[in-house]
């Protein structure tokens, strides 16, 4: 049974920062990912980092958002600076223990989820 419980969401102003993590279990070869779900609108993916660490992210949050994971501690962090109410939503962790090469924001690899923690931006 894999099991991932994502923490760390709120409120914050535009400009703002908040951190979310994921706690997971052997992260040290899987493949994990964040996506984000905003009301009315489908998932979609948010950051995403291979065993070896290459990250991807969607070219909405380049240069504000920074995915980073610690082994020892089996944590997957979403640090989100400079936010901006398009940001607002609920924030899922994803996990596949098959991972390639390559990372993917693509949610049909990703097999585990988390129940998801909300972001809140306000203007």
């Known amino acids: 049974q894999v099991q991932l419980v994502e923490s760390g969401g709120g409120s914050v102003q535009a400009g703002g920062s908040l951190r979310l993590s994921c706690a997971a279990s052997?992260?040290?070869?899987?493949?994990m990912a964040w996506f984000r779900q905003a009301p009315g609108k489908e998932r979609e993916g948010v950051a995403a980092?291979?065993?070896?660490?290459?990250?991807d992210y969607a070219n909405s949050v380049k240069g504000r958002f920074t995915i980073s994971k610690d082994n020892a501690k089996n944590t997957l962090y979403l640090q989100m600076n400079s936010l901006k109410t398009e940001d607002a939503a609920v924030y899922y962790c994803?996990?596949?223990?098959?991972?390639?090469?390559?990372?993917?924001?693509?949610?049909?690899?990703?097999?585990?989820w988390g129940q998801g923690t909300r972001v809140a931006v306000s203007s």
């Open positions: 994803a996990e596949t223990v098959y991972c390639s090469r390559s990372v993917s924001l693509s949610e049909s690899v990703y097999t585990y």
């Open positions: 980092i291979a065993a070896g660490g290459s990250t």
């Open positions: 052997r992260i040290s070869t899987a493949c």
